[in-house]
């Protein structure tokens, strides 16, 4: 039996959370790429979370989670009319990535404050763990 389950899950959450805050920051440093290696303008990126069963867990059903799959937003690239830009088309118009920078904002705050809320956990734990230590010395 494994005691120390909850920093293990705590752990995943925190690794799931570091993960999801460099897709954003990604995200937002390519918010005007208009070329990609694959061609066309950048697309914007989200992390898709799944549970991970914790080796040696104690209690039934507790899992932690990890970060399943970084899939591609299919949403349409914004047209913006740019004529002297290299990337325009016969038209003027030049395909911009599908970033909606206050969306992105808002998702990194969310991020921020769940990876705030994973230490949280992990420090009262820790805690628990050294008033139960601090109770065989007495």
């Known amino acids: 039996m494994d005691s120390f389950v909850v920093f293990k899950i705590s752990a995943s959450a925190l690794d799931a959370q570091r993960a999801r805050m460099n897709t954003i920051a990604s995200n937002m440093a390519n918010v005007h790429s208009t070329r990609t290696q694959a061609g066309g303008p950048y697309r914007r990126k989200d992390v898709v979370f799944s549970a991970m069963p ?3 867990n104690p209690v039934e059903g507790l899992e932690g989670v ?5 899939v591609e937003d299919t949403a349409p690239s914004r047209m913006v009319y740019e004529p002297g830009h290299p990337d325009a088309d016969k038209d003027g118009y030049v395909g911009m990535p599908n970033i909606n920078v206050i969306e992105e904002m808002v998702n ?18 820790k805690g628990m763990f050294m008033k139960t230590l601090e109770i065989g010395r007495y």
């Open 54 to 56: 914790v080796k040696s």
């Open 108 to 125: 990194m705050m969310m991020a921020v404050r769940a990876y705030e809320a994973s230490v949280a956990a992990f420090n009262m734990s």
């Open 66 to 70: 990890k970060v399943a799959e970084i």
